[in-house]
């Protein structure tokens, strides 16, 4: 299995959509649209990161999020081939609720401190999402008013799950993107092995407007900054001999025991194995 699809339309936008992928790294979020929308996990387990959160996610948890940048990741190397990921999206813009609810979302100005959010799913949510995944199974039975109807019941359960005072309320702040600190959001995935790249997508910059503002708030160029905070964590925890070398490796955000090694030895001029072995002495 690699990425089977099956979708719904309103108004010619994607609206309910069902993937069934095999187990992978790291893949952006596809739509780049002013949107919102919510994830339902059918099945397998992945996480989620932005440019400040970082969620885990497995069946009977979903995913509500802002028209922000973030990835999902999930960790191949303990699958096998026949393992797989399955969810339900949901995926709503302003001018089709807008048009939904008959209302303006402009004339709000309610707004709520995350751009992610992990929620448990209820009876209600549950029983949604069954009803969604019959729809997508059998797509002739769903014309455009059935398919509004559907979406403006799942809105109204998403606005009470999220106790917001009321739909113009719930669906305003979910177009409204929280801001983050730059400084801030590279600390909290200095760990990670994101690629500047990724990086830069994450704080919604192209690569080389990331590398400046970098190179301002830090003082040197993100690759030295970056492979140089990681060596110092790691000659901290290679100290203690019951920190495997392999495990440090992946736990500071390197790919490989050799782009590690060769790392490591450039900023400390020795391999990380002497290095224990001369602290120890």
Do not use: W
């Amino acid at each position: 299995m690699n990425h089977q699809k099956k979708e719904i339309k309103y108004k010619g936008k994607v609206v309910f959509e069902k993937r069934c992928v095999s187990y992978f790294k790291r893949i952006p979020k596809e739509y780049v649209e002013n949107e919102a929308c919510f994830i339902f996990i059918n099945n397998g387990e992945f996480s989620v990161r932005s440019a400040f959160q970082y969620f885990q996610f497995s069946k009977g948890h979903g995913l509500l999020a802002k028209c922000a940048n973030f990835f999902f990741e999930a960790d191949k190397r303990q699958h096998t081939e026949s393992d797989y990921i399955e969810v339900i999206g949901i995926i709503f813009y302003p001018d089709i609720v807008n048009e939904l609810f008959d209302f303006d979302i402009s004339n709000s100005n309610h707004t709520v401190n995350f751009n992610l959010k992990k929620i448990k799913i209820n009876h209600l949510l549950e029983n949604f999402r069954e009803s969604i995944s019959i729809l997508l199974d059998n797509p002739e039975i769903a014309d455009e008013a059935f398919i509004g109807l559907k979406i403006k019941e799942f809105i109204t359960l998403l606005s009470k799950t999220d106790n917001a005072p009321s739909h113009l309320d719930f669906l305003h702040s979910m177009f409204v993107l929280e801001e983050f600190n730059f400084k801030n959001a590279i600390k909290k995935n200095l760990y990670s092995n994101l690629s500047l790249s990724e990086l830069a997508t994450l704080t919604n910059m192209s690569l080389s407007s990331f590398k400046r503002r970098f190179k301002d708030v830090f003082n040197e160029s993100p690759s030295k900054y970056i492979n140089r905070k990681k060596i110092e964590k790691a000659t901290k925890k290679i100290r203690f001999k019951e920190n495997r070398i392999t495990d440090i490796c992946y736990e500071i955000g390197y790919d490989s025991i050799a782009s590690f090694n060769r790392n490591f030895k450039k900023y400390t001029g020795v391999t990380p194995t002497q290095y224990r072995l001369d602290f120890i002495e």
